[in-house]
């Protein structure tokens, strides 16, 4: 669990599994931590990495009365955590002297592989991921290879961001 490695001295961090729970606590990988687990029982104060409805269905479960996040505040947050956020700030920002940048959204694959026909190369971005593997690097020639990714993508989120590749040069 990726929090553990945060986490204060006393916290308790909640994993969805509870083989990942034991066998953490069995290792002792993280001793200041006075607990890993499930979310069983409420604690007396929540404060999650971050919220989805999921989470809210579970905690209301658990405590009716547990003060929670409204649905509305929950996908507020998720679209302000989305990379299509940073598409119209970069836009805003490129009109700063010596700041560049160009990003665009597209909600068709079609619309990607004209985008990707206008530049050498370019790099594609699922609005939400972590470690990496929401962005791609493609070009005319691997671009096939990415064909499956995109379309899931756009199945799941909705949308595909893509940039052209800039190559840094210090």
């Known amino acids: 669990p990726l929090l553990a490695w945060i986490a204060n001295e006393g916290d308790s ?3 969805p599994n509870i083989c990942v ?4 606590q069995q290792l002792r990988l993280f ?4 607990c890993i687990s499930t979310l069983n029982n409420m604690p007396d104060m929540l404060c ?5 409805s999921s989470l809210v269905r579970k905690i209301h479960r658990l405590a009716p009365d547990f003060p929670l996040l409204s649905l ?3 996908e507020k947050l998720k679209m302000l955590s989305s990379r299509v956020t940073y598409v119209s700030l970069l836009a805003t920002l490129s009109k700063i002297p010596n700041c560049i940048g160009e990003s665009c959204v597209f909600d068709t694959f079609d619309g ?8 050498t190369v370019i790099m594609m971005k699922s609005p939400w991921s972590g470690s990496g593997n929401g962005v ?15 379309k899931n993508v756009l199945q799941k989120q909705h949308v595909v961001l893509a940039e052209p590749f800039y190559h840094k040069v210090v």
Not at 31 to 34: D, E, L, Y
Not at 48 to 52: A, F, I, L, N, T
Not at 112 to 119: K, R, S, V
């Open 13 to 15: 961090v909640y994993v």
């Open 21 to 24: 729970a034991q066998a953490t």
């Open 31 to 34: 001793p200041k931590i006075s």
């Open 48 to 52: 999650p990495w971050g919220w989805s």
């Open 72 to 74: 509305e505040t929950i």
């Open 112 to 119: 990607i592989e004209n985008y990707l026909n206008e530049h």
């Open 136 to 150: 791609r690097k493609a070009d005319k020639f691997n671009f096939p290879d990415h064909r499956n990714w995109v």
